[in-house]
């Protein structure tokens, strides 16, 4: 009898963690999805860490997993910015050429680089933006018109923020947002909207190459993704009623908290430039 109660209760443990890995998955995306509404970024400075501190996903696989949850919390949160017009779609159009080349740089560093450098340097690069906002906490004045320069420097600004988003598996938004606000003076909540915009087709890039290297985890990814959906509305509200001023101030501290969270990350985890595999621990 003994022999029988064992697989079954082995099958009742197996139905319970995956479970248990749903309603976590469903809890991440709720977090990342009002991130996303609220500051105009991807949410997978939260997807990542929470999937491989809390769900003990693989380094690279939750990267690309992150992606791919990406894609419905941007559609939703930049279809909220774009009803209230706040959006920009000619920078748009211009950032996501960049960074749709970007992606495929990334995602093929993805692969091969060592993800502590990465994170150290993607630190460094975040205390400079956080920094420079609270520079910029008054009226930055009426929005810059597109110029040549202009034009080639939000094609550069797409190509790292795409970049950044194929390795580290976040939307990129922590580059654009502020790139936006301090290059061409772009209104808080447009830049956002802006980022999101560029966002979705960066996710969709990044991912059709995650999925071809077995770098997705299908489930978790549509998981968060759907229920990241629901809260990504109720950020970009918040949003839209928010002060310029209070919104840079927590845009530049929620940066600077990212900063802390790769610098704990760089410190516990070990480089696994190897590690390729498509499974989650």
């Not at 248990?20 to 970024?41: D, T, Y």
């Not at 990129?172 to 956002?192: C, Q, R």
């Amino acid at each position: 009898m003994s022999d029988r109660t064992e697989p079954a209760g082995a099958a009742k443990s197996d139905k319970a963690l995956a479970s248990r890995r749903i309603v976590v998955a469903a809890i991440i995306g709720l977090l990342a999805g009002f991130l996303a509404g609220m500051f105009g970024v991807g949410g997978g400075i939260i997807i990542v860490p929470a999937l491989v501190l809390v769900l003990g996903v693989k380094q690279r696989l939750a990267h690309g997993t992150s992606l791919a949850a990406i894609i419905p919390i941007a559609v939703v949160g930049v279809v909220g910015y774009a009803a209230a017009g706040s959006v920009d779609w000619v920078a748009a159009v211009i950032l996501a050429a960049g960074s749709a080349l970007g992606a495929i740089a990334g995602t093929h560093g993805l692969q091969r680089l060592p993800q502590r450098a990465l994170r150290l340097a993607f630190s460094v690069f975040l205390i400079a933006n956080a920094i420079s906002l609270f520079l910029t906490l008054g009226s930055s004045g009426p929005q810059k018109g597109l110029s040549v320069a202009t034009g080639l420097g939000l094609l550069l600004i797409g190509l790292v923020a795409g970049t950044i988003a194929g390795l580290l598996g976040v939307g990129g938004g922590v580059v654009v947002v502020p790139a936006l606000i301090l290059l061409i003076s772009m209104g808080v909540a447009k830049a956002k909207g802006t980022s999101l915009a560029v966002i979705v087709p960066t996710a969709v890039v990044g991912t059709l190459r995650n999925l071809r290297a077995g770098n997705v985890d299908l489930v978790l990814a549509a998981v968060v993704g759907i229920t990241g959906m629901a809260s990504t509305y109720v950020g970009t509200k918040l949003a839209m009623e928010m002060s310029p001023r209070l919104s840079k101030t927590l845009f530049a501290c929620l940066l600077i908290a990212i900063v802390a969270i790769s610098f704990v990350g760089a410190r516990s985890s070990k480089d696994v430039v190897s590690e390729v595999g498509p499974t989650a621990s």
